[in-house]
C-alpha cells in the first residue's frame, strides 16, 4: 500500500485534529459541568472553546474528503498515429516468404496482422468484419496463384489491382477453372483481365456475362480485399474511427458506475 507524502501529511493532520478535539471537547464539557455545579467561568472561554471545536470539525471533514476523494486523472497517453501499425504490419509483410508487394493475401495474412497490431496497443473491433473482407485460405484462387505458374501470372497480374475483381468472378463462371488452368500455362494469360478492366471492348464482354446466371454483377467490384494495400487503407479507416471514438469518450466521461 503506497501514499504519496500529500496524504501522509493529511493523515497526521487528522490524528492532530482529533487529539484538538478530544481536549476541547473535554473543556467544554468541564465548563458545562461547572456551571450546572456552581462554579462559573467566563461566557468568553465558552464561546472561545465553542469556536475551536467548530474550526477543528470542519478541517477534519475537510481533510478527510480530500484523502479519500478519487486521485485526479492523468491525462491518457495518446493513442499511436497509424503509422506506427502501418510499419508493424508491413515489416510482417516483408519477412513473409516468397512474398512481392500486390501479391493476393489471405485471412491467415490478417490473422497475422491483427496479433501484431494487439502486440502494439490496438485491438481492432471490427476483425470478423475485416476476416469476412478477406478470402480464406483455401479459395480457389488463393491456392492457384501460390503455385510456382500462379505466382508468375500473379506478379504480372497485380500490375492492374482491379484485375483480382475479374478473375474472381471469372472462376464463378461454368468450367471456368478448367479454362483457367490453360491461362496459367500460357505466357500472356494475365492480359485478359487486364483487358477486361482495362478497354473498352473488356467491359463490354462483361456486361455480356453479367446477364447470364452466374455472371451477374460481372463489372462491379467484389468489396474484397486482395492486396496488402488493400488491407492497409482499411485498416487505416478502423483507427481513424477508433480515434474519434477515444476523443468523443475523452470529452465526454461517465460518471463511475455508469
Request: hydrophobic fraction near 40%.
Amino acid at each position: 500500500f503506497r501514499i504519496s507524502c500529500f496524504e501522509f501529511f493529511l493523515c497526521v493532520l487528522r490524528i492532530s485534529v482529533v487529539n484538538f478535539l478530544n481536549k476541547s471537547i473535554r473543556s467544554l464539557l468541564g465548563g458545562l459541568r461547572n456551571q450546572f455545579c456552581g462554579e462559573q467561568e467566563p461566557m468568553w472561554h465558552h464561546s472561545y472553546t465553542c469556536r475551536r471545536v467548530i474550526f477543528a470539525v470542519v478541517v477534519l471533514c475537510t481533510s478527510t474528503a480530500t484523502l479519500f476523494a478519487a486521485p485526479p486523472q492523468k491525462d491518457k497517453k495518446a493513442f499511436p498515429k497509424f503509422n506506427i501499425f502501418e510499419e508493424a504490419a508491413q515489416d510482417y509483410f516483408d519477412k513473409l516468404r516468397n512474398y512481392r508487394e500486390g501479391d493476393i493475401i489471405s485471412q491467415r495474412d490478417v490473422r497475422a496482422i491483427l496479433r501484431i497490431l494487439k502486440q502494439h496497443g490496438w485491438i481492432v473491433l471490427e476483425q470478423d468484419e475485416l476476416l469476412g473482407l478477406v478470402l480464406p485460405d483455401s479459395d480457389y484462387m488463393v491456392v492457384q496463384l501460390r503455385t510456382k505458374k500462379g505466382r508468375v501470372f500473379m506478379h504480372q497480374l497485380s500490375k492492374t489491382p482491379e484485375a483480382y475483381d475479374r478473375l474472381e468472378r471469372f472462376l464463378k463462371l461454368p468450367k471456368s477453372k478448367r479454362y483457367f488452368q490453360g491461362l496459367l500455362d500460357g505466357p500472356d494469360g494475365y492480359k485478359m483481365f487486364q483487358y477486361m478492366v482495362t478497354s473498352k471492348g473488356g467491359k463490354e464482354m462483361g456486361i455480356q456475362l453479367s446477364r447470364t446466371k452466374d455472371g451477374r454483377n460481372f463489372n462491379k467490384p467484389t468489396g474484397h480485399l486482395y492486396t496488402a494495400e488493400e488491407l492497409m487503407k482499411k485498416l487505416s479507416e478502423y483507427h481513424a474511427a477508433y480515434v474519434l471514438f477515444l476523443n468523443a469518450e475523452a470529452a465526454n466521461p461517465q460518471p463511475a458506475g455508469n
